[in-house]
């Protein structure tokens, strides 16, 4: 009776899943393997499934020597860098000023918040008419507060990535910091209470209470945005394509690039997977170093 | 003294939050303007005449947006719908059923979330040719339906309902389906209403499905076709704001009805996941 009981309640499980799995293993596992085999071919898709060719590790070996690729790792890099802690700082420092308690806390709550929900292509436009380096609004008020020189923003092989950098920033700070206005809520006011007692200050109470009970959330916002980092590609496609040069170009702008306009899949599935590896390995190296920082 | 303290906090903040919202205040103005007024300087927050007729030149027309708004409306109801059913049903696998393989499996989809996009575009652009559905509506709507993200948010919410309340039911010999369809659905009505708000968003802000999906101009949904309409328009800035005005319309309002279920959905879909 008791196995019967476990038998049927293992049929009704997989039964209740099988249609994501259904759709998961023709939609993602199964791509993500054949992604897997074509990375080491040589194939043009516009000569059919007869083209492809298995030409080993040629592939991850070309690409450490192609200089759109290793330029738009680069780029990635920086982005990264200077994209995931300022965001992480700036979403925090808002979280807590809305936390401390202010007026109109919600409709705040909802400015901040608007760039989130707005979709990536609309603001890349906006954003791209807002840099305009002769006439756009920005370099129009640096004009007017005596900068002769302002920077000429997407057109400026110097600037061009700052400028999207900027943009990201702006349209992340909403997401992050509701996340980390959950995080802050979540700790027990008694604690602070009891540091009052104890005779604590603001500033010390920052560091022994809200860093530590703080942790778990700032290392999920670390994972995810870092994730996203390495995933930006439609403010690039819209705002730059990539130029001017290859001072915009990123992983993913290139990839689509090779499989999509030049129709080389091996060798733009090589490149997913190393991109994914390397996502892979800093997620998993966050994880083992979490254990050092994060308290739960 | 504490009063000062919060009042000084709220202008700063609203401060903070007028410069983060400058961008879409001057989208707004900018679509109601002529095309000379455009970069005039200072800003004109208010324009002398509003040019009503931007929207109309981008509503009504050769290359209409009401064209793009269609398709949009039409796959992302259909993705919402069949995201709601088969994250439901799975996120009840995983969080109410004991069985093997269960976690193993689960594992698997929260690994998913690493894979970038470039990982899957390349084979499923190979078989939709395949398949045949390159070019369709079709192509959006699968990839939009199976994300792990709809069962990590809903499983999160059915691990939290006691066991008593299935338990009872088992008693009168209630078998899983009637449990999830008549106690845990009913139960979890508001993480549905957040499912639902949240995947309309992240489905009619999607840009990269159909960039390489579909190819014919009739067939774009809403971001794609604004991007086609910007190419067009070359520097004709104040339709250009009028179109992305247009664009983002339905997302605002729905996060202005659905703010309280939005940001939940947000911050456990985050947080907890």
Redesign the interface.
Known sequence: MRLRHHQT??L??????L???L??F???????L??LV?SFTNWN?LEGMKGIQFIGFDNFIKMWGDRWFTDSMKNNLVYALITVPATMIISLL?AI??N?????K??????????Y???????S???G??Y?PS???IN??LY?IGISDPPRWLASTDWALPAIIIMSI?AA???NM??YL??LQSIPRTLYEAAKIDGAGAFRSFQHITVPMLS??TF?VLV?NI?YS??V??AI??MTQGGPGTSTSV??YY??QV??SFYD?GY??A???I??LI??LI?VIQWRGQKKWVNY | MRMTL??L??V???A???T??L??L??IT?SLKKPIE??A???QWIPERIQWDNYEKVWIGANSFWVYYWNSIKVTTITVLGTVI??S??A???AR??????DA?FL??LA????????????????FNYLGIYNTHLALI??G??TAFG?FLLRQFYLSIPEDFSEAARMEGA???RI?TSIIIPLSKPTIVSLIILSF?LN??E??NP??FLTDRELFT???G??NF?DEMGTE?TL??AA??S??LP??LV??LG?KW??EG??SS??KG
């Open positions: 309640e293992t009704s499980g997989w039964l209740f899943i249609p994501s799995l759709g998961f023709i939609l993602i596992i199964g791509p993500i054949f992604s074509i898709f808002t000023g809305l401390r308690g202010v007026f109109f919600s409709g705040i709550r909802l400015m901040i918040f608007m760039p929900i707005s979709s990536i292509v609309a603001i436009i906006v954003w008419v807002l305009n006439q756009g609004p129009a008020f007017s702006w700070i909403g997401y509701v996340i959950a995080g778990p959330t999920f995810t994730i390495f995933q590609f439609a496609f819209i992983v993913t990839i689509y499989g999509f899949m733009a599935s490149m997913a997977w991109l994914f996502i892979f997620t | 919060k009042l906090l709220t700063i903040m609203i903070f939050a007028f983060m919202i961008p879409f001057w989208m900018t455009v970069f300087y200072p800003i088969i994250s049903a799975a009840y696998g995983f059923i004991r069985f093997k393989g269960r499996v698997i989809y998913t979330l690493m894979v970038p996009d470039q990982v899957t575009l390349i084979p499923r652009f190979i078989l699968l990839p339906i199976f069962i078998n899983h389906f999830w968003t009619w802000n840009f990269v960039l390489v809403v971001p794609l604004l991007t910007i800035y250009m704001m992305a005005v664009s983002i997302v605002i996060f202005l703010q939005f940001i947000v911050v985050g947080v």
